[in-house]
């Protein structure tokens, strides 16, 4: 029997769904893997048991998540960008370790040259609200990529910065980069994404993360990450309980240490190829797992962060078109408040400038679904159809003129014209377009240095 995806996000589902997950917290609770954090936790009514398991009672859990603002100011050193349940913003995915070179196509290991280009890309795409780590390059010291990749976007962006610190003393380092740079109380220019270990377990690693960006008020993504058959259920209602089991415990412990510290509901419904071993992103489920909490997440006034954009393409392609647009279509019917996924194919593993761009241009679009249509009586257009009537033109109307952009998305790398146009233009597809796009972007800025 066909089951339709809204009857998932009804009140009465979501209600269930958040008795399930927190019923897998008072039960069975999470490892905690760091004594600073069980102790906070002990101290605060959830009880420790053997192996370091932290029990978390509902009532500690809804009392501590209640405490997250529902809105919060995004520090930079352009301008600063408010985070709400009522906003809509877009990033590129972070954790890139290779790229596709937009100018040759070559597939190599990303360098500090390449960070460089893709921070320059990031900053000048128009529906990119912030830059983010897209690239970990090789030529810098392993222990230092992270905090490397933050100085890069310190350098050449305005705009707020997203970053996974690798570790405690990196996250530390970072945190006095972003304050050293001028980010103002309660305006910090940098959020940390950290994130549990599916099953049921938070590493002494993110901990150390946590307890820094509690220390500096760095806003941290929270994002549970279980992966279909592998660390999570294989059913998709049983993925979404765990991962909302996750992101609570998380929640509630960042509460528990810093009353009042910004935090994002982060969703990451990974599936796990059974032919291959492999995880994925770009599948159909990841899309439906996502909406559904999305929808949950912003149903208790969490603030979210998705990632619209998945993909496990190898190149810019129709694979890569079809994972990244149709999931990105399903997800903007969603609650979603940060739009991650840019820039990145092979699940998060190959960064690529083209990519930005091309994903640049879906956000746009993601951008017009969400304005939605206006219905008031000047949108709605009677007079003006029974005054052209029957046979009409509407083309050179003072109506026509008034509105056709805010209307119409126009894109600015999709081909729209006729064949014989876009022979002429090059016959450029518009991964092509989008690599030649880049090419002028960072000669125009090489040139304005």
């Given at each position: 029997?066909?089951k339709?995806l809204?009857?998932s996000v009804?009140?009465?589902?979501l209600?269930?769904?958040h008795?399930?997950?927190l019923?897998?917290?008072?039960?069975?609770?999470?490892r905690?893997?760091h004594?600073a954090a069980r102790?906070?936790?002990?101290?605060n009514?959830c009880p420790?048991g053997?192996?370091?398991?932290?029990?978390?009672?509902a009532?500690v859990?809804?009392?501590a998540v209640?405490r997250a603002?529902?809105?919060y100011?995004?520090?930079?050193r352009g301008?600063?960008?408010?985070?709400s349940c009522?906003?809509?913003?877009f990033?590129?995915q972070?954790g890139c370790i290779?790229?596709?070179?937009?100018?040759?196509?070559?597939?190599?290991?990303g360098?500090?040259?390449?960070?460089?280009?893709?921070?320059?890309?990031?900053?000048?795409?128009e529906h990119?609200?912030v830059?983010s780590?897209?690239l970990?390059?090789?030529?810098a010291?392993?222990?230092?990529?992270?905090?490397?990749t933050?100085?890069?976007?310190?350098?050449?962006?305005?705009?707020?910065?997203y970053?996974q610190p690798?570790?405690?003393?990196?996250?530390?380092?970072?945190?006095?980069?972003?304050?050293?740079?001028?980010?103002?109380a309660?305006?910090?220019?940098?959020t940390?994404?950290?994130?549990?270990?599916?099953?049921?377990l938070?590493?002494?690693?993110?901990?150390?993360?946590m307890?820094?960006?509690?220390?500096?008020?760095i806003?941290?993504?929270?994002?549970?990450?279980?992966?279909?058959?592998?660390t999570?259920?294989?059913t998709?209602?049983?993925?979404?309980?765990?991962?909302h089991a996750?992101?609570?415990?998380l929640?509630?412990?960042?509460?528990?240490m810093?009353p009042?510290?910004?935090v994002?509901y982060?969703?990451?419904?990974a599936?796990?190829?059974m032919r291959?071993g492999n995880s994925t992103?770009?599948?159909?489920?990841?899309?439906?797992?996502?909406?559904?909490l999305?929808?949950l997440?912003n149903h208790?006034?969490?603030?979210?962060d998705?990632?619209g954009?998945p993909t496990?393409?190898?190149?810019s392609?129709f694979?890569?078109?079809?994972?990244?647009?149709?999931?990105?279509?399903?997800?903007?019917?969603?609650?979603?408040?940060?739009?991650a996924?840019?820039?990145f194919?092979?699940?998060?593993?190959?960064?690529?400038?083209?990519q930005?761009?091309?994903?640049?241009?879906l956000a746009?679009i993601?951008?017009r679904?969400?304005?939605?249509i206006d219905?008031?009586?000047?949108?709605?257009?009677?007079?003006?159809i029974?005054?052209?009537?029957?046979?009409g033109?509407?083309?050179t109307?003072d109506h026509?003129l008034?509105?056709f952009?805010?209307?119409?998305?126009e894109?600015g790398?999709?081909?729209?014209?006729?064949?014989?146009?876009?022979?002429l233009?090059?016959?450029?597809?518009?991964?092509?377009?989008?690599?030649e796009?880049?090419d002028l972007?960072?000669?125009?800025k090489k040139?304005?240095?």
């Open positions: 029997m066909e339709s809204m009857e009804s009140v009465e589902n209600r269930v769904i008795e399930s997950s019923r897998v917290l008072s039960e069975f609770g999470l905690i893997e004594e102790k906070v936790l002990s101290n009514g420790i053997e192996g370091g398991v932290a029990r978390f009672p009532a859990v809804e009392k209640s603002p529902r809105s100011v995004m520090g930079a301008k600063a960008l408010e985070m009522d906003s809509t913003h990033r590129c972070s290779n790229v596709v070179d937009h100018r040759t196509g070559v597939f190599r290991p360098t500090m040259s390449d960070a460089v280009e893709l921070t320059r890309i990031m900053e000048e795409a990119l609200s830059v780590s897209l970990f390059p090789w030529d010291p392993l222990e230092d990529r992270d905090v490397a933050v100085e890069v976007m310190l350098e050449h962006s305005t705009k707020h910065i970053v690798y570790t405690g003393p990196s996250a530390e380092r970072i945190g006095r980069l972003a304050a050293e740079a001028g980010g103002k309660g305006r910090p220019f940098v940390f994404i950290t994130a549990p270990t599916s099953p049921l938070c590493a002494s690693n993110e901990l150390q993360i307890e820094v960006a509690c220390r500096y008020g806003p941290v993504m929270v994002g549970s990450t279980p992966m279909c058959g592998a999570s259920p294989v998709l209602a049983g993925q979404i309980v765990l991962a996750e992101n609570l415990a929640f509630t412990l960042l509460q528990l810093k009042g510290l910004p994002t982060g969703i990451r419904p599936v796990m190829d291959t992103w770009g599948d159909v489920e990841w899309g439906m797992a996502t909406f559904v999305a929808h997440a208790f006034g969490f603030i979210t998705v990632v954009f496990d393409s190898k190149l392609d694979q890569a078109g079809a994972e990244k647009g149709f999931n990105a279509g399903l997800i903007s019917l969603a609650p979603c408040n940060m739009v996924g840019g820039g194919i092979e699940n998060i593993l190959t960064a690529s400038a083209a930005v761009l091309l994903d640049n241009e746009g993601y951008k679904v969400r304005q939605g219905w008031d009586e000047e949108h709605r257009a009677v007079d003006l029974g005054r052209i009537g029957p046979g033109n509407y083309l109307d026509t008034k509105f952009r805010s209307e119409i998305y894109p790398i999709f081909d729209r014209n006729v064949r014989e146009n876009w022979i233009k090059g016959s450029r597809d518009a991964a092509q377009s989008a690599a796009q880049a972007i960072l000669k125009s040139e304005g240095d």
